[in-house]
C-alpha cells in the first residue's frame, strides 16, 4: 500500500529556508502525481505545489518563485525547497500522491496523504 512521511519541518525566521521530504513507499513516480498541501490555524488545506510525474509542475501564486518540488527516483523521495520564508508561511505541511493528472492543486484530487510536519516561520 501506499506511505508518505514527511520529515524536515521546523522552526525558521523570516528570509530563511527549509527543505521538507516525503519519504514513498508503494508507488513509482512513473504513475503518480505528487503535492504538497499547508493547513494553518483556522483555515483551509491549501494546495502549495505539485509535480505531474516527470513533466509540469505547479504552484500557488502565494508560493510561486520561492519553493521548488522536486523528487529523487533513488531515494522515493519527494522535496519541497522553500525559500524567502514568510510567518503567512507558517502551518502544517503535508504531501500527498494521486493517480490522476489534473486539477493537482485540489486536496480532493489526492488519495493518499502523510501525516504533515510541522513549519513554523517567526518574523
Known amino acids: 500500500q501506499v506511505q508518505l512521511v514527511e520529515s524536515g519541518g521546523g522552526s525558521v525566521q523570516s528570509g530563511g529556508s527549509l527543505r521538507l521530504s516525503c519519504l514513498t513507499s508503494g508507488l513509482s513516480f512513473d504513475d503518480y502525481a505528487m503535492g504538497w498541501f499547508r493547513q494553518a490555524p483556522g483555515k483551509e488545506r491549501e494546495g502549495v505545489a505539485a509535480?505531474?510525474?516527470?513533466?509540469?509542475?505547479y504552484y500557488a501564486g502565494s508560493v510561486r518563485g520561492r519553493f521548488t518540488i522536486s523528487h529523487d527516483n533513488a531515494k522515493n523521495t519527494v522535496y519541497l525547497q522553500m525559500n524567502s520564508l514568510k510567518p503567512e508561511d507558517t502551518a502544517i505541511y503535508y504531501c500527498?500522491?494521486?493517480?490522476?493528472?489534473?486539477?493537482?492543486?485540489?486536496?480532493?484530487?489526492?488519495?493518499?496523504w502523510g501525516q504533515g510536519t510541522q513549519v513554523t516561520v517567526s518574523s
Open positions: 509535480l505531474e510525474s516527470y513533466s509540469r509542475s
Open positions: 500527498a500522491a494521486t493517480r490522476r493528472k489534473w486539477w493537482l492543486l485540489l486536496q480532493s484530487s489526492y488519495d493518499y
